[in-house]
C-alpha cells in the first residue's frame, strides 16, 4: 500500500471516523464457517498433519501471536482465528486488533492459546484468509486516501469479481477499508450492460422492456459508453448511470450533462465511472465529480497483506 503519512497502530481504517473500525461487523457465522471447514479438509486431506503427528507431543499447550509484517488495514480477524477452534475448541483467541484499524509494520493482531498441534495445523488456513481480506482492506484505503487527498466525495465501490464462496467475506472487507459495496448478487438490481443492450436491441428496447417487468422498489442502472448513449438513457427513469472506459474530459462532460437533466426533470441519477481504474488514475476520475468509482481489483487481484505466526516464549 502506498504510505501518504506514517500509520497510526490502531488507527481506525473503515472510513477515517473515530470508532468505525469498532462499528465494523463480519457476515453472519453460517457463510464462513462452511468455508472454513473446507479449507481445513483440504489442507488436511485424507492423511492428516503428518509432519506435526510426527513431531509435536499432542498433550503440549502453546501461545502464539499473529503479527502484520508489513503496514496495512485488518480485515477478517474473526473468521481467520475461527479456524483454530474447528481444529481443537480448546484454543482461545484474544484479539489486539479491530477490523477496520491501519496496523503498522510488526504490530500484533491477536494471540492465540491451545493445544499446539491444533495451532499448527490452523495456522495456514487463518493466515490465508486474513491475508487475503487484509489485503482488499489495504487496496481499498488507499484508494479512498487518494480521494480524500484529491478533495473528491466519491465513493470507492467494489463489483461482483470476486473469489467464488469468499463474496461475503471479500465485500465485508472493502468496508474495512473504507469503501462500500456494489451489488452481491444478480437479485440485488438491474444491471444492463453492453451485452444485455446488444441482445435486447439497443438501450431504448432494453430498458423498456425492464420497467415494464420490475416494480418501483428495483433499482435500474444501465452502462453506457459514449455521451450519445447518455442522453438516451436518460430519456428514461433510471437510477444509476454506469460511464464504462471514459475519458477524464467525457466523465466530467458526462456528469454535467447529467446535472443538468436533474435540474430540467427533478429526478436524481447517480453517476458511476468504471474500466481502468488505477492508484495513478483515481484521483483524476474522482475530480470529475462522478459519485461513484467501481474498481474490479480490489477483490480478484488486490495482493495479500503478508502476516505471521510466531511461537511465544
Not at 171 to 185: I, P, S
Not at 246 to 256: C, F, G, I, K, Y
Request: net charge neutral; with cysteine.
Amino acid at each position: 500500500m502506498r504510505q501518504h503519512r506514517r500509520p497510526v497502530e490502531g488507527e481506525p481504517g473503515g472510513g477515517g471516523r473515530s470508532g468505525e473500525a469498532q462499528r465494523l461487523q463480519p457476515p453472519p457465522r453460517s457463510l464462513w464457517l462452511p468455508l472454513l471447514e473446507q479449507a481445513l479438509r483440504e489442507d488436511l486431506g485424507a492423511g492428516g498433519d503428518l509432519t506435526t503427528e510426527a513431531t509435536v507431543d499432542p498433550e503440549r499447550n502453546a501461545r502464539v501471536a499473529i503479527r502484520a509484517r508489513r503496514a496495512g488495514v485488518l480485515a477478517g480477524l474473526e473468521p481467520a482465528v475461527a479456524a483454530f477452534a474447528l481444529v481443537d475448541p480448546a484454543v482461545r483467541a484474544r484479539p489486539r486488533r479491530s477490523d477496520g484499524q491501519l496496523l503498522a509494520a510488526g504490530s500484533e493482531v491477536a494471540e492465540i492459546e491451545g493445544p499446539a498441534a491444533a495451532l499448527l495445523i490452523g495456522e495456514r488456513t487463518c493466515l490465508n484468509l486474513l491475508g487475503r481480506l487484509s489485503g482488499i482492506a489495504t487496496a481499498t484505503r488507499e484508494l479512498v486516501d487518494l480521494v480524500s487527498a484529491a478533495g473528491a466525495k466519491a465513493q470507492i465501490v467494489c463489483t461482483r469479481k470476486t473469489t467464488p464462496g469468499l463474496r461475503a467475506l471479500e465485500k465485508y472487507a472493502v468496508r474495512c477499508g473504507g469503501g462500500h459495496n456494489h451489488r452481491f448478487g444478480l437479485g440485488d438490481a438491474i444491471l444492463i450492460k453492453d451485452n444485455h443492450v446488444a441482445l435486447a436491441g439497443g438501450i431504448d428496447a432494453a430498458l423498456e422492456r425492464v420497467f415494464a417487468r420490475v416494480g418501483h422498489t428495483v433499482k435500474v442502472e444501465i452502462e453506457v459508453d459514449t455521451l450519445e448513449q447518455l442522453e438516451q438513457a436518460l430519456r428514461h427513469p433510471i437510477d444509476i448511470v454506469l460511464l464504462d472506459n471514459m475519458s477524464p474530459d467525457e466523465l466530467r462532460t458526462a456528469v454535467q450533462l447529467v446535472r443538468e437533466h436533474h435540474q430540467r426533470s427533478g429526478h436524481r441519477v447517480r453517476t458511476e465511472a468504471s474500466g481502468g481504474i488505477t492508484p495513478e488514475t483515481v484521483a483524476d476520475v474522482a475530480r470529475t465529480g462522478v459519485d461513484l468509482i467501481s474498481v474490479g481489483y480490489l477483490t480478484h487481484s488486490a495482493p495479500a497483506l503478508d502476516l505471521g505466526l510466531d511461537f511465544v516464549a
